[in-house]
Structure formats: C-alpha cells, structure tokens
C-alpha cells in the first residue's frame, strides 16, 4: 500500500513511507512454509521421539516443540517487532501533531460520554419523582389496554367524535331550530314573550339531549344489550332509552298541544263579523298546523339522532378507553416536558462543544491526515498479523503434537512420555487429550 505525502517535512517522509511500505509488505509465509511448515514439523517429532523419552510440561509443550515450534515463532515474531519499531520511530517527528489530534477526538467522545450521563441522570430524576411514578404507571396501563383494543379491532381507532368540541356546537344547532320551530306557538300560547322563551329553550334541551341518547343507545345497541351484558347493565340501558323516549313525548306532546291551543285561539279571534266577508281572513286548520308542525320537531330529532349515531363508537368501553389513554397521556407528555428545557439545554452545550473540538480536529488533521492514517492502517496491520501468528503456532503445535503421538503408538513400548510436574508416565492418548496452551508456553 502506498501513500503520497505532502508536508513541510519532506526529509522526514523518506523513512517513514520505507518503514510503512516494509510494515504492510510484511507476512508470516516464511514462517509457515519454513520451519513451521507440516513436513519439518514431522520430522523434528520423529527426531525427538528417537531419543525414547519424550517430557512434557504443565503447557503440553514437549523440550523439542520449544525448538521446533516456539523458538522459530520468537524469532520471527522479534522481527515483525523491529519493523513497527522502525515505523514508530520514523513516526516520531510527527508525533506532537498526531497526539494532539488524538487527545482532542478523545475529548469529542467525552463530551459524548457526558451528555448521556447527563441526560440519563435527568431522566432518573425525573423518574424518582412518585408523582411521575403514578402518571407513568397510569399512562403505561392504559396504554396497554388501548392497544388491545387496536388489536381486537384491526387497528381501528375508536369514533370519539361526540367527544370533541364541534359535536356539542351542532348539538347546540339542533336545540336553535327547535326553538325557531315551536317560539311563535308558545307565545300565542302562553301570551307571555319570557315564558315563551323559557318553554321553548327548555324543550329544545330536552329534544336534543333525547336525539344524542337515542343516536348512541342505537349505534351501541349490539354491545349495550348483548348476552354477555349482566342483567344490571342491560337494565340501566333500558332506563336510559325510556328516559329519552319518554322526553321525546314530552317534547313532540306539549308542542303539538300548543300548536292545537294556538290554532284554536286563531280561530276563535275570526269569529267577528266583517262588512269585507272572508276577505282578509287566514283559513286556520289545526290538524294541518299540529302535524307541520310534530314533522318539523321529528325532524330536528332525526338530525340529531344521526349527528349523535356518527359521533358515537359501536363498542362504549373502547371509547371509554381511548378518553382514558388520551388523558394520561397527555399528563404523561406534560410531565416528560417539565425536563424538556434542561435536556435541550444539555444538548445544545454539549453539541457546540463537540462541534468546536471536531473542526479543531479537522484542522489540524489537515498537516498530519495521511500520517495519522499510516498509523491507523499499521494498528489494524498489527492486530491482523499478531492473530495470524498465534494461530500459526498453535496449528503447528497440534502438528507437532499429533507427530509425537503418531511416533508413540507405531513404536509402543520404545518411547515413553513423562509428566515433567510429577514424573508419571502418560499414555499417548492422554497427551493428546492435554489442553495444548502454546499462547501461555511462548
């Protein structure tokens, strides 16, 4: 790997690309096509096992796996090292500059390490508050039972709008054209503008209230008076669509009743003679007037009955539900804002802190970038070549191993193998079963 160079240093570059070029150019094939290689393996056992006793230490390490297989790796293993060294020292004069860029990335990853120690110390205060505690708790449960009533139900969410504040608005419409519908009967009936109104607003509430009872009694009626419903639930629904049926009468029973009374009078004031005959003279019907007017009140009632159908969830407890999870919520989300500004505040000091120390790391990686990637590339190189030969010798100690045991069985009885601890002799089997820790062994 090569790397072109530019800095006001140039005499300092020519030992250091050298010692880089030889570093990344190095690689253990010698060692393992050399001494280590499978056949001069065989051989040292063979030649070891010649002797007819073969002592083995606590490691599984045999006196001639020292020579074959330790000392080779030694050796080169001290040359790999003589080569970093010289890299290292051809690194030297770059050295103050490399350090400095370092110390500061490492101060970048602090400022980091501080923010989230600091911003998970907030959040344990936060979380130590037992008021937070129970909001939580609340808000976790009713979460959890919010989404599985989106599961029951496909992921629907419930119709809340009757919970919202348009529904009440039109409500309040219906209960406006209640009273443009019934004031001017009430007035001929009572003959008093103040009791008109009043009898009028109070009618108009009572017919809306009923519309808005029925519409939800209606779009619930599968869940109110299902079986599974005990007989005090179903009895309560029962209560209430008699209570609005029964105001319902009330409205459409007084208001055509006053429309009878007020068509009656009409007729009994035309009762005088005129010299004009029936000129000028309105023709009353009250049958017709009651029954315009019972249609229109149905009708303000139908309005109504639909507003309150289509505002209203078919299932009562998942509506129930989702008002309860939308409360605690919103307690939830107003508790996690009471340490939103000292999070935001954490950030924002830390962040400009890293973003300051990150552009002192680019400038002064500009003089020192392709140095400081040298380096970068020998650590990998290093890490990369010290795996690689540790598992060299323990390839080649298995080889070594395996000769010795090889040896043993095909001269039994001609060569023996001692336990240097405790001066036993071992069976071949048992060495081979030995843990083989050459990494302890070099």
Same mark, same amino acid.
């Given at each position: ?8 240093? &140039? ?19 010698? #060692?393992?096509? =050399? ?5 001069? #393996? ?29 000392? &080779? ?10 080569? @970093? ?18 110390? #500061? ?13 600091? @911003? ?7 979380? =130590? ?46 209960? @406006? ?49 299902? &079986?599974?419903?005990? /007989? ?14 029964? *105001? ?9 009743? *006053? ?19 029936? +000129? ?12 315009? /007017? ?21 299932? &009562? ?57 040298? /380096? ?7 890490? /990369? ?10 390839? *080649? =100690? ?5 000769? +010795? ?11 023996? @193998?001692?336990?240097?601890?405790? =001066? ?19």
């Amino acid at each position: 790997m090569s790397a072109a160079i530019e800095t006001s240093n &140039p005499e300092a570059l020519i030992p250091l690309n050298e010692a880089y070029a030889q570093v990344m150019a190095y690689s253990l094939t010698s #060692l393992r096509n =050399g001494n280590l290689n499978p056949e001069q #393996l065989a051989k040292s056992a063979y030649e070891e096992t010649s002797f007819g006793q073969v002592t083995v230490d606590s490691y599984g390490v045999t006196s001639g796996m020292r020579v074959a297989v330790i000392s &080779p790796a030694e050796e080169e293993i001290s040359r790999w090292r003589d080569l @970093l060294n010289r890299f290292y020292v051809a690194l030297q004069p770059f050295k103050d500059a490399l350090d400095g860029v370092k110390n #500061l990335q490492n101060e970048v990853v602090e400022v980091k390490t501080k923010k989230e120690d600091r @911003l998970a110390a907030i959040e344990e205060e936060l979380r =130590g508050d037992p008021k937070y505690h129970n909001i939580d708790e609340n808000y976790q449960r009713s979460r959890q039972r919010y989404n599985d009533f989106r599961d029951k139900y496909k992921n629907r969410s419930a119709t809340m709008f009757c919970k919202t504040w348009p529904y009440p608005i039109l409500l309040f419409l219906v209960l @406006l054209t209640e009273c443009f519908v019934n004031y001017h009967s009430f007035n001929m009936f009572w003959g008093v503008p103040a009791v008109a109104l009043g009898t009028t607003i109070i009618l108009g509430i009572l017919l809306a209230l009923a519309a808005h009872l029925h519409g939800e009694l209606i779009k619930q009626w599968s869940n109110l008076f299902a &079986p599974s419903r005990s /007989s005090a639930e179903r009895w309560g629904a029962w209560r209430m669509f008699g209570i609005s049926t029964a *105001a319902l009468a009330i409205v459409l029973g007084f208001t055509g009743w *006053a429309r009878w009374a007020a068509a009656i009078e009409s007729i009994h004031g035309q009762d005088v003679g005129s010299v004009l005959g029936d +000129i000028g003279i309105v023709q009353v019907n009250p049958m017709r007037d009651v029954f315009i /007017s019972l249609i229109a009140n149905v009708g303000a009632w139908m309005v109504g009955v639909i507003i309150s159908y289509a505002g209203h969830d078919p299932d &009562p407890e998942y509506m129930v539900i989702t008002k309860q999870f939308q409360g605690h919520q919103k307690a939830w989300e107003k508790m996690q804002a009471v340490m939103k500004s000292r999070r935001q505040q954490v950030i924002a000091a830390a962040d400009k802190e890293i973003e300051d120390k990150d552009n002192a790391v680019k400038t002064r990686l500009g003089s020192v970038k392709t140095q400081m990637d040298m /380096s970068t590339q020998v650590e990998i190189r290093n890490e /990369s070549i010290m795996h690689d030969w540790r598992q060299s010798v323990q390839v *080649a =100690g298995e080889v070594y191993r395996d000769n +010795i045991v090889k040896a043993s069985v095909a001269n039994k009885g001609q060569v023996t @193998l001692v336990d240097k601890e405790t =001066g036993r002799n071992i069976t071949p089997f048992d060495y081979k079963n030995m843990n083989l820790n050459l990494r302890a062994a070099v």
